[in-house]
């Protein structure tokens, strides 16, 4: 939980594949942990940073869920209502790179939903592909109590053209006062890891001054992120690992889980 209508995370996102040949790189960013009930108040923290309109760093609803009038906030919610009994998140915060000069690209965002008593009910890892498409692993986090459990899921979206539309993801989260730790990890169907991908960053108050900091260290962080993505693409290929085909647009937007207090499902 954060205090604040937002919080800064200045972090190293990083990539380690297994199979069928090593590879592994990192690359510096900064993302966003925002309170979706208090845009109004965070558009207005900084002159460098706007809601919903453009600026040197931004945030726009419409990047983030379902199409739709409401507003982001809403859409969350009412998905997790529809779908878990329902269920009513009271706070939902969102870890996502914010926009530079209008440009952002968000491999994985996160959303978090607190229930009244500020204990985490549900996750929402949204992830986008470069072909323009999203898919959401949804999770009740059922009995929650403290930081999540591990959890599971089938993989159902095509994410790299390295990797098969198959085998699973196991999700692992540490939040700690000052740092945030994001570890997923991906079996093949016969439970051999194939890839690992996570974010370690440090939580810093959102600030002109610390967001200036950033610009300096990463000027172009967002398009720096799809240049990142097609640069070690493009080494995978030279080290000729097999590509598979985009299937075709995603037959659905999301899928949902039920996760119990150890973790199963």
């Not at 530079?100 to 690209?105: K, P, Q, S, V």
């Not at 300096?216 to 640069?231: E, F, K, N, Q, T």
């Amino acid at each position: 939980m954060i205090n604040a209508a937002a919080e800064l995370l200045v972090a190293t996102v990083w990539h380690r594949r297994h199979q069928p040949k090593p590879h592994a790189f990192r690359y510096p960013s900064f993302y966003l942990l925002m309170d979706l009930d208090r845009l109004d108040a965070l558009g207005k923290m900084s002159f460098l940073f706007s809601v919903n309109r453009f600026n040197l760093l931004s945030f726009h609803e419409k990047d983030h869920g379902s199409a739709g009038d409401e507003c982001l906030r809403d859409r969350i919610a009412n998905l997790l209502a529809s779908r878990f009994g329902g269920w009513q998140a009271d706070r939902i915060l969102l870890l996502a790179m914010p926009r530079c000069l209008g440009f952002a690209f968000n491999p994985l965002s996160v959303f978090y939903a607190y229930d009244a008593n500020g204990q985490l009910g549900a996750i929402v890892y949204e992830v986008s592909n470069t072909f323009g498409e999203k898919h959401s692993y949804v999770f009740r986090m059922e009995g929650s109590t403290g930081e999540p459990s591990p959890h599971s899921c089938n993989k159902r979206f095509h994410v790299s053209p390295f990797f098969p539309l198959d085998g699973n993801y196991e999700f692992r989260q540490r939040h700690g006062e000052s740092s945030l730790n994001l570890l997923i990890r991906y079996f093949g169907p016969n439970g051999e890891r194939r890839f690992d991908a996570g974010v370690k960053a440090d939580r810093r108050h959102f600030a002109t001054s610390a967001l200036l900091k950033q610009l300096v260290r990463m000027p172009l962080a967002s398009v720096g992120v799809v240049v990142a993505i097609h640069y070690e693409a493009l080494r995978l290929w030279l080290k000729r690992l097999r590509v598979f085909s985009w299937p075709g647009k995603s037959p659905e937007p999301a899928s949902y889980h039920l996760v119990t207090k150890d973790g199963g499902i």
